[in-house]
């Protein structure tokens, strides 16, 4: 099984708002990962999380906050996002990026609007 | 710096003939992974197939296989016998020792086919 959860599948959210993005998979793997795409470009790393631990920051803006409860899980909690933050937003999970042979498995995503 | 190629914006093919999708990579690195991923429309990127730096052989799976010729550093994308739901975007991958260790992985700009009935 190599499924990849997220919810919700579209968000709008008001420049205002506070508001998570959630990320799960049961495959037993150690690394998770954060990815922004606009329209028409390939995705963007965001953040990695290895063995629960942040371990790249892309040098994402601070209203992006990550957070890793368990190996399972992974959130993004947003708030004051600006309209240009609108994209659609990719977790992705592999058994623990450390060799190249790690293969990426990514969720449906999740669309947000920021207005 | 390590990059990806991919020089073909769009694509289209007529159903149920074969189509390569090209890509070219650049790295210094001996030690390497490459991928290819399929995005519909509806988003989700879905992987297709890996090949290894070391690997001899080039990859199959089903009716995608990689065209790995590394002294050219080119890892196409052949898919055989196009169907309709093939219609995608499709992303050329590598994964290495960049910075930040094997954890990144960089992608091409993307090429879009369309599987024309």
């Known amino acids: 099984d190599t499924e990849v959860t997220q919810t919700p599948k579209h968000l709008v959210m008001g420049m205002t708002n506070k508001k998570s993005l959630k990320c799960e998979q049961h495959?037993?793997?150690?690394?998770m990962y954060w990815y922004k795409q606009k329209a028409k470009k390939p995705p963007e790393l965001m953040f990695v999380?290895?063995?629960?631990?942040?371990?790249i920051n892309e040098s994402v803006p601070s209203r992006f906050s990550p957070e890793c409860p368990n190996s399972s899980l992974l959130n993004l909690h947003l708030h004051a996002l600006q309209p240009e933050d609108s994209a659609l937003y990719l977790c992705?999970?592999?058994?623990?990026?450390?060799?190249?042979?790690?293969?990426?498995?990514f969720g449906p995503g999740t669309r947000l609007t920021v207005l | 710096a390590q990059k990806i190629t991919q020089t073909q914006p769009g694509m289209f093919v007529q159903e149920k003939e074969a189509v390569t999708l090209d890509c070219t990579y650049d790295?210094?690195?001996?030690?390497?992974?490459l991928f290819w991923y399929k995005q519909p429309s509806s988003g989700e990127m879905i992987f297709l197939i890996y090949?290894?730096?070391?690997?001899?052989q080039n990859a199959t799976e089903g009716r995608y296989s990689l065209n790995f010729q590394k002294a050219r550093k080119s890892a196409n994308l052949v898919i055989s016998a196009s169907q309709l739901g093939d219609s995608a975007m499709y992303f050329c991958?590598?994964?290495?020792?960049?910075?930040?260790?094997?954890?990144?992985?960089?992608f091409g700009a993307g090429t879009r086919l369309a599987v024309h009935p």
């Open positions: 992705a999970s592999s058994q623990d990026g450390a060799r190249p042979t790690d293969t990426q498995y």
């Open positions: 495959m037993g793997h150690r690394a």
């Open positions: 999380y290895s063995y629960e631990k942040l371990s």
């Open positions: 790295t210094s690195d001996p030690s390497y992974g």
């Open positions: 090949q290894g730096s070391y690997d001899q």
């Open positions: 991958a590598m994964r290495g020792m960049f910075s930040g260790g094997y954890n990144k992985l960089i």
